[in-house]
């Protein structure tokens, strides 16, 4: 006996408009199937050739302590969902705060509007999308309770009043001290309709110092900042003596230094926090984004030499507790490593899903947000230059007169990778040996120029807490490197 396949029901409009939608309002879990299996159903009726919905929930707060009080707490608690819309290489996106079947509707009757289509009439024939069994990453590694178990309002005050005191006591002519906390927790499910259907849970903190001291026309500030994703005991573990220490210490060594000279140098750079001109300089040029805009020198050169052959650079959500990692990403794709350049070769670029329609890169787990306010696009996660096979002592006696940046500060990229770095913290190096404290530096160069003069990379890989901003908005990421050198690079100073 021959049994028939089963398929999708086809039903009318009015049939999935009067039944009853029971979606559980205070968590993102199995119930909310019917609703967007509908609804996505509804999309591609009318035409569409791709629907997504993205649902969000996040409970956020900060907390400041300047000095010896409390200055801010910050709440904020968000609830909302987003849909895209995808006609040929075309899409919009539309947001609401309402969640219920009608809310989510509207919005999705106005992103078909917005593209040209419009939901089928109430005899209309159509049918639900068939979701996959919905992938829960936050069940499957028991995340549920990361909220509840998070510092209280009145730990963070205490935590962060005592991480003053502890920063008065090992620093000198102090004019101000900060300590600055927050907790960012985010529930997303993610519904397409190709089947996509995941849910996950994200917990981000951070905890740092901004330090001002300050002695006649003398003046250092020295900031240092810890990010985690995965630990609700993150801020009461933290260490803020030991950090205290080496704040206070790197305060006192800049207040009094001398002014850097201009010129061109060969630099080291030390490793974790060194690698934001890696991310900002190259690592934004090898989004897809920028392929589609046309603002990246490597749109052609994948394959292609564009890095000294020393330096190699990985792109990826995987590494334990870093502030880039992530189990999936805001597109319901789990996450995974991307090679970008293997020994100075551009291997790969990263990639969401409309970056991957309009450039015919493959997609790489990529597509992240802000919020639900935001559509998703290719964003970086934990990136960095892989460690080398120099020591740290073969780096130093390879330069006979440079700089050593031990700290990178703020500084901007222009939209091909022309860069300018501040230094807060830096030192002369003369013959192989870090010789005296310089102030002022800033770092001047273009990508395509300082990623083949990027000749050493030593063993020690560090990673660093990092925020960054783009078209999707403002996002968690790692930047790392090991200690390198640089053998020439623009400094400005004095």
């Known amino acids: 006996m021959t049994v028939a396949p089963s398929l999708t029901p086809l039903l009318k409009t009015n049939d999935l408009l009067s039944r009853e939608y029971g979606a559980t309002r205070n968590r993102f879990d199995l119930s909310w199937e019917p609703t967007l299996a509908a609804l996505l159903g509804l999309g591609r009726s009318a035409g569409a050739d791709f629907v997504e919905f993205f649902l969000e929930r996040s409970n956020y707060i900060s907390c400041q302590a300047e000095d010896d009080a409390i200055t801010s707490i910050s709440p904020r608690i968000i609830t909302g969902a987003g849909v895209r819309v995808f006609l040929g290489k075309a899409d919009c996106y539309v947001s609401t705060n309402d969640l219920s079947f009608q809310g989510l509707k509207s919005a999705l009757d106005k992103a078909l509007g917005i593209m040209g289509l419009i939901l089928p009439g109430p005899a209309a024939n159509i049918s639900e999308i068939n979701l996959e069994l919905l992938r ?194 805001d597109e319901g794709m789990p996450a995974q490593r991307t090679l970008l350049i293997e020994n100075g070769i551009l291997r790969n670029f990263l990639s969401d899903r409309a970056g991957s329609m309009r450039t015919g890169h493959p997609r790489t787990g990529s597509g992240r947000r802000q919020g639900y306010t935001y559509a998703a696009a290719s964003r970086m996660r934990n990136t960095y230059i892989a460690p080398g096979d120099y020591s740290l002592d073969e780096l130093f006696a390879s330069v006979d007169k440079g700089i050593y940046c031990k700290k990178m500060g703020g500084g901007s990229v222009g939209a091909t990778g022309q860069f300018n770095f501040g230094v807060d913290e830096a030192y002369l190096i003369e013959n192989g040996k870090i010789t005296k404290p310089l102030k002022g530096a800033t770092l001047i160069g273009e990508a395509t120029e300082i990623m083949n003069k990027i000749s050493m990379c030593s063993n020690d890989l560090g990673l660093a807490a990092g925020f960054c901003g783009s078209i999707s908005g403002s996002v968690y990421v790692t930047v790392g490197q090991p200690h390198l050198k640089v053998d020439s690079i623009t400094v400005g100073g004095r």
Not at 208 to 231: M, P, W
């Open 136 to 329: 829960d990453y936050a069940s499957a590694r028991s995340k549920d309770e990361w909220l509840s178990n998070c510092s209280s309002m009145q730990e963070m005050g205490d935590v962060l009043l005592a991480a003053n005191d502890a920063l008065a006591k090992n620093a000198s002519h102090v004019q101000s001290r900060r300590a600055v906390y927050f907790r960012d927790w985010q529930e997303v499910l993610v519904a397409a309709s190709d089947g996509t259907f995941a849910r996950d849970i994200r917990l981000t903190q951070s905890v740092g110092y901004n330090l001002l001291c300050a002695d006649g026309e003398h003046r250092s500030s020295i900031g240092q900042r810890a990010g985690d994703t995965s630990n609700p005991a993150f801020l009461r573990e933290w260490d803020y003596e030991t950090v205290a220490q080496s704040v206070g210490e790197s305060a006192g060594k800049m207040l009094y230094a001398d002014y850097v000279e201009s010129g061109s140098y060969p630099v080291i750079m030390a490793n974790q926090f060194g690698g934001v001109i890696f991310h900002e300089a190259c690592g934004h040029l090898l989004e897809t984004t920028q392929i589609e805009r046309g603002t990246t020198p490597f749109i052609d050169k994948k394959g292609e030499k564009i890095a000294h052959e020393n330096l190699t650079a990985w792109d990826e959500g995987l590494s334990p507790d870093a502030f880039g990692t992530i189990d999936m990403d």
